[in-house]
């Protein structure tokens, strides 16, 4: 079978060295990135990384931009088409900084569209530069018929890059929205401040569960923040009462400094049940599910031998709470339903009837499940409606128990 034959104006690679200029272009992007870009790191509130905000974000874009670098470099080896692919270089880089300056960045639609075009034009210049460097000094030649494909290539490469981001960004924008919704469900206002800043960075149309724009829960937390700040700002008296002491730590744990507010409470009493519910909270949140229940053992006995006052019982019910959800992370699930059980004798809310109702869903207890689900409906139809039948038709089809009472 004849070889095929190249004009010697052709200056290509062959397969083998394709691979090796595609691994010496990753190799040196990802060792690189990773010194320079703080990425996952734990920064001020100002220090958002922007345009890609993320690491990994960052990666996703390289990644995409990598096939139509390798045709802009796999052409730019062609002596006679030098002149030319320099000028498409230049033309779509000219058009990209046209888009960029032209698009109104106060509409947040066109927003979205001008860091989808930054973070798509920085990612193909990044990883252009290294693989234009790489072809310049290749000389070996090609031996597959690239003319014939490349059409399909490019197509194939042109929604790499812009799709797979786009994709991307979407999914992760999904998971750190929730994130920062559960980090405002338990007070952890610090934290869900930067992870806010970070969302809005990324992604500012992302649809919040409770459907607030996330531009204006930024600006909520900013404000909530700023006056914890000036709360903790002021110095504590050595001669401070154990309330005083209490509100500090909770004002620093909510800012994320639980280091600062488990030392402040060692200065109380072992015994104080309002300390051990305060210390096992943030233990909770730092995923040390031992200690925490541990010290909510300590915070029920505590508020159980306590003269029966309004905040015995709210001491009582964090306690029943936190006991049942580090129960269930350490995998014991009968202390974990004795204390979800003593929470609902407690106070029989509707709240509580769907925690448990939650419990029973998770432990595959469905009938259990749907009869606390259909009494948070009866209790507080508003807040539990929708949120209740989800539960139930989620039963329905999970479990083929549940299909009769599902439809009662």
Not at 147 to 161: E, F, I, K, P, Q
Request: aromatic content about 6%; charged content about 15%; glycine content about 6%.
């Amino acid at each position: 079978m004849p070889t095929p034959t190249h004009s010697e104006s052709d200056r290509l690679m062959t397969p083998d060295n394709a691979v090796v200029r595609t691994v010496a272009v990753l190799a040196g992007l990802v060792a690189g990135l990773t010194m320079v870009f703080p990425g996952e790191s734990h920064a001020g509130w100002t220090a958002l990384n922007l345009p890609f905000v993320w690491r990994d974000v960052l990666f996703v874009y390289l990644l995409s931009a990598l096939p139509v670098a390798l045709l802009i470099s796999h052409r730019a080896c062609r002596i006679d088409s030098r002149g030319r692919i320099m000028g498409e270089i230049f033309i779509l880089l000219v058009v990209m900084g046209a888009l960029l300056i032209g698009i109104p960045a106060a509409s947040i639609s066109f927003a979205m569209a001008h860091a989808w075009l930054m973070r798509t034009a920085l990612a193909l210049l990044m990883v252009l530069l290294p693989a234009m460097a790489i072809a310049a000094v290749s000389s070996q030649r090609l031996h597959f018929n690239y003319t014939s494909d490349r059409w399909l290539y490019a197509g194939a490469a042109g929604l790499t890059l812009l799709v797979l981001p786009v994709l991307y960004v979407e999914a992760r924008s999904r998971h750190d929205a929730n994130q920062v919704m559960e980090l405002v469900g338990q007070m952890r206002f610090g934290e869900a401040r930067l992870a806010a800043a970070q969302l809005h960075g990324l992604n500012p149309l992302i649809a919040l569960r409770n459907r607030q724009p996330l531009s204006e829960l930024v600006a909520q937390l900013e404000t909530v923040v700023r006056d914890l700040e000036d709360r903790v700002a002021v110095r504590l008296s050595p001669v401070s009462t154990r309330a005083a002491r209490l509100e500090r730590a909770q004002a620093l744990a909510m800012l994320g400094r639980t280091d600062e507010a488990l030392s402040l409470l060692q200065t109380l009493p072992d015994s104080d049940p309002a300390m051990n519910n305060l210390c096992a909270t943030i233990l909770e949140n730092t995923n040390a599910w031992a200690q925490a229940r541990d010290r909510y053992f300590r915070a029920h006995a505590g508020w159980q031998s306590a003269a029966p006052t309004e905040e015995r019982l709210a001491g009582i019910m964090q306690a029943c709470q936190g006991l049942g959800y580090c129960e269930r992370k350490l995998g014991r699930i009968a202390a974990a339903e004795a204390a979800y059980l003593e929470l609902l004798a407690v106070a029989p809310t509707a709240e509580n009837h769907f925690l448990l109702a939650q419990f029973y869903e998770d432990t595959q207890r469905s009938s259990q499940a749907y009869t606390h689900a259909r009494r948070a409906i009866q209790l507080n139809p508003r807040q539990f409606q929708d949120d209740g039948q989800k539960l139930i038709n989620k039963l329905a089809t999970s479990h083929f128990g549940c299909l009769s009472l599902a439809n009662e």
